[in-house]
Every structure is written in C-alpha cells, then in structure tokens.
C-alpha cells in the first residue's frame, strides 16, 4: 500500500470532484452524556492482534499475515510481496517488530510481547511512522543519541520529525484557509473545536487559520469519511486508523466517520470505551498538514497513538520546536502554552518531559559542584 503523504498528489485533483455529491454523516456526539446508552460497540480494529501474545520468530501463525499488512500500512516493512503476506514469523516481521519497538520506547526483543501489542492496538492515524523507507522517530536516530539499555537515557536531540524532503507551506505565508466538506453538514459547535486545534498551533507560530466557505478554494479541505473514500487510505471502523491528513502543501485532513467522536466534555468520563475526543486528533492531523511526522516523545501531540477515552491536545515542547523550526515563533509567545495545562495528559499523573527535565536539572546541578 502507499503512504498517504506523497504518493497522492495527482488523485489530490480528482478526488474533490467524485467527492462532492456524496453526503456522510458523522458518529459526532456533542457531549459525551449525548452518547447512547444502549449502543454495544464493536472491538477496536485491530483487537484481535492481542492473539499474538508471545509468538516469536520461525513459526506459524493464523492470521499473522493481517499483522504484517498492519506493520507495512505504517511503513515498518517497506514492501508488500507479489502475492499475500504469509502467516510466517520470518525475518521481515522480526525487523518490523524491532524497529516499531524502538520507535515506541518499548523493550527491543523482536518478539510480540506483551507491553509491544498493547501499543500496537492502540487506535492511530493513518499516517505511517516510516515515510518512503525513512525511519523518521527514534529508530532513525539511534546514532544521534547518547543513550543505552543499561544507562539512563538523557536525549540531546529533539524528536519531532518532518517529512522526507521537509515541505511546508511557502515562506511569506501568514494565513492558511480552511473549510468543511459541505456533504458533511457540520454544527457550530464541531467548527468551533476545529477552530480551537488551530488556536493551538497558531498561538506558537506566526501562522493564523481562518474559516472558508469555498471548499475546494481552501488550503486546507476538512472532511469525515467512511471505509474507502477514494485516496487509497481507506478508513476501517471503530477505532483502528481514526484520521489522517497530508503533507504540505496538499492539505487534505481525513476523519473516519465511523468513530464515536467526542465534541465537548470530559472524555475521560465517556461511558463508551470507544468514545475518541475530537480537538485531541484534530490537534495532532493540524501538526501533519504544517509538514511536522510523527515523534517518539509519548506525550507530544504527535505521537502516533491516542487512546480511546484520552484527551491530549497541549502541545508539548518537541511539538512546539517542531513547527517553530518550520515556521519561527509567534512573537507573542511566551514560551509556555500552560493556560490548558490540566488537560496536558488526562492518564499519566507524571509525565515524561518532566521527569527528564528533573533529571537534566539534578544533572546540571552535579555538575555545577
Ligand atoms: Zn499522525
Ligand atoms: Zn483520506
């Protein structure tokens, strides 16, 4: 299968015109007690991968060809064979597992642990890690980091990542336009959280959004979609892959209808295990639609993965030197985006950053005496 970001950008032309009769409705629930009561969702897309558990390489499995597919839909094996993917545990999947290991900060064991299927069902975008055979997160910067399995890892680069080539919208731009797919039909409501994941890339660039009525005249083309919608990315349910969106200057930003999206509220709260909050992915898909990839820092907004029920939409500081490398400061910015600062990680009581940061500071301090 191809990536969504480049291999695209002919269809980015054609689409719009088989697209624009259609009418999609979005599972779009304006709070989350709006939820019914009595709806049994399915399992995620990818649940039954937890089978898995413990199969190592030089065996058979039923069914572990769909987890290849899995690992080749995000670019940890970089081509799919002639004909179907085997249910061998060969050499490739071991790599694959290895590399995606490294990229999420798990143990690097090659073998389906676990702590390793528990990230992988995570729902996701769609978006792979692994763009054109460029391991962009931490897999691809091993050689830059003065880390080891036995040493506390101190890192002295950034892990925000950009895309092969690392397009971005022209020098000069100030403003970028943006409009919903009319078939949609979406309430103020859903604009207005659309509106607020833009504020948060805004406030720390000199970049400004604004809404536009002209579709296909806008920058940036949002839309709900369900299964396949045409880009040869197509959309799998509940959970699974939840959006995705391209590299700049394309700017298409796909959402799957099907998902139970949270519009305000307190997600954490949802009775629905599949509730999946809507400013938290749209935060994220914004970041790709400026040129930034996926980074291996779990608590930035670029993080491929996102919990169902979990909300995560300030950007953390390997977000923001992410975009302000692109695109330099908003020079009313002051450094921190703390006025959400509660709604920084809703499951993690401490989060990463600030353990390193207390670690560099009690480094530094040794140091000093
Ligand atoms: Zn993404
Ligand atoms: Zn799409």
Redesign the pocket.
Known sequence: MVQPSYHHLILAFLIPLTLSNAVVSARLFPNVSSLLPDYAPLGGAWDAFRNFTGCHRGDKYDGLANLKSYFQRFGYIPHAPPYNFSDNFDDALEAAIKTYQRNFNLNVTGVLDAATLHQIVLPR?G?ADIINGTTTMNAGKENRTASSSSKPRFHTVAHYTLFPGMPRWPEGTEELTYAFFPGNELSDAVRRVFAAAFARWAEVTSLTFRETASYFGADIRIGFFSGDHGDGEPFDGSLGTLAHAFSPTNGRFHLDAAEDWVVSGDVTRSALDTAVDLESVAV??IG?LLGLG?SSVEEAV?F?TISSRRKKVVLADDDIKGIQFLYGSNPNFNGSTATSAPERDSSHAVSATSLLTFFAFAFSVFALL
Request: some cysteine; aromatic content about 0%; proline content about 12%.
């Open positions: 975008c978006v994220h898909e790709h996926h670029m491929p």
